[in-house]
């Protein structure tokens, strides 16, 4: 899997106007990390959602607007913590290095 | 019931990978996570395809859970060690649905896929073919699974338990983060019930809390050990989960998984419903 890919998977058919999307791509020594498990946790720590990452090490969130944690676990890591604020409408994108 | 007839840990099933009368079998919510690879021997069930009836909004019923079984090589005496993504969800919902119809030896792969996954154990893309059985199942368990007439009778009067994330259970969001929020339910809770989001009873690598962390989880949130507990999330699968914990775990009586669950109460007309963080009254 070559590393040129940037950014979360691609935005066709989603209604992204009508959602808060919080997404992303989870790198290894800026490969990407097909086996990985992205968490999404609330303002105050809850866990809200869980996706693991695709071949191509991205992920995606539908979120509220408001601030959120990402918690990224892959093997032989140790979790990495990522703050992130989503919108209504808009796009957050994260890159995550583990 | 106890976490010692309910559970497996991963090294159990890589010493029992070889045992013909241990049937492993992956659930996930994504219903192709089984063909990029699973564990080795392991069959799939589609919590879709396989186990919903199709046209009514219900599972399948007992004959075609009969059918079903018996093709993918299940047998009335098989150990059958569930395991799914999604932190078990789905795993946990198959449990439910075979104790729904009387099997007896059923466990949960502790962590699921994802421990499996994170301490880098084996997975492959060679589907496994058991031999054919021929799979009587029981009558279905109506103790262990509750309707929207009872759940609505029950507000106030028993434990209920919303598992779904603090912004699910106060209306801010519609469903689990990781799918698009536009629902036909409204937002909000069953009135009275208490939320303890499932994702308490784990921990972060999917595997259940101890005994000791599950059974105060459960005392701070007010459960009441005399009273009847209905579980109910979004669909079904998470309050499976919390079902598995309650029941199969820790051992409580009487405990109901609502597999209608919001998507069901957050439809009906004219029932109440609470909104924001507190648990609201009858």
Redesign the interface.
Known sequence: MCGAIKGGPSLEG??VA??AVIQGIVTRDGQPVG?A?V??L?R?G???????TS?TGQF?????PGEWTL?T????SI?VDNAVTAAKGVVAEVAVAV | MSRESALVTADWVEEHLNDSSVVLVEVDEDTEAYDKGHIPGAIKLDWKGDLQDGVRHDFVSKDKLEALLSAKGIGNDDTVVFYGGNNNWFAAYAYWYLKYYGHDNLRLLDGGRKKWELDSRELTTEVSDRPATTYVAKDADESIRAFRDEVIASIGTKNLIDVRSPDEYAGRLLAPAHLPQEQAQIGGHIPTAGNVPWSKAANDDGTFRSDEELKALYADAGLDDAKDTIAYCRIGERSSHTWFVLKEILGHENVKNYDGSWTEYGALRAVPVALGDEPGVA
Request: aromatic share 14%; proline share 7%; hydrophobic share 40%.
């Open positions: 989603v209604d009508n959602e086996n498990y968490r999404l609330d105050t809850e866990f809200t959602a869980e996706v693991p071949a995606r969130f539908f979120a509220g918690r676990l892959a093997p032989k979790s």
